[in-house]
């Protein structure tokens, strides 16, 4: 469905996290209890999840993906957690500011791109363990 | 003026963007000379643009804000600048895609609120340079 998209739109901003509101509001519909997803752990090699390196089990990971679903939804300013990242970020602020801006616009699109993928995999994952995978 | 908004309208993404394209909009609606600017240095200290720590005239400058709001209002994907920029990646990369997300859309803010800064300041100094400064 993606591809039959025009370029233009497939790379704007709002399209992209509009596309990552509708994939979450899919997956909190799917997901009826999600306390089912308590304990199963991302074991899928194909997950996107699976692959980001981090210890999360399914319900862990779908209340990430709400919590980032209302910051996108809600315009709020989230904290800054650039301290939670060990990078130097003095290098980043030296830079010039359209590759800066560059920056940040192309790690945004690439994030929420995962994410959004997440969301569907923890949708079809959550029909796995109820029995409704077809 | 920005503050009788509402704290949820000053840092909504869209919002920010949105006052962006409108600064740079204003600039050249009151630039119709933007060569007059050419080889004028960013010399005034209290200018966000001239704490940057570039070389660019404010001729440069004028096109590198124009060029980054034809990003914002295309929503074209820029082309992956970020090996511009001496960071390590892997770093980003290993990241909890929520930091990563947070981290993102806090450097997002914060660039595109300095270059909407920059806008009026460059649109003061031409008046300035054109004697129409009150």
Redesign the interface.
Known sequence: MQSAEP???K?????T?SRYTSAVRNMEHTIMLPSLLRDVPQEEPEDS?AA???NKDLYEYFL?LK??RN?VE?????????K?????LE??E????????????????S??N??TT?SHMLTRRYKEVIGLSN
């Open positions: 370029k233009n739109q790379s704007c901003l709002v399209a996290l999840f980001e390196g981090n990430m919590s980032v910051v809600s315009g709020l300013m989230p904290p800054d957690e650039r939670a990242l060990s990078v130097p290098t980043l030296d830079s010039d500011p359209e590759t800066l801006f560059h920056f940040h616009l192309t790690g945004l699109f994030v929420l995962n994410l997440s």
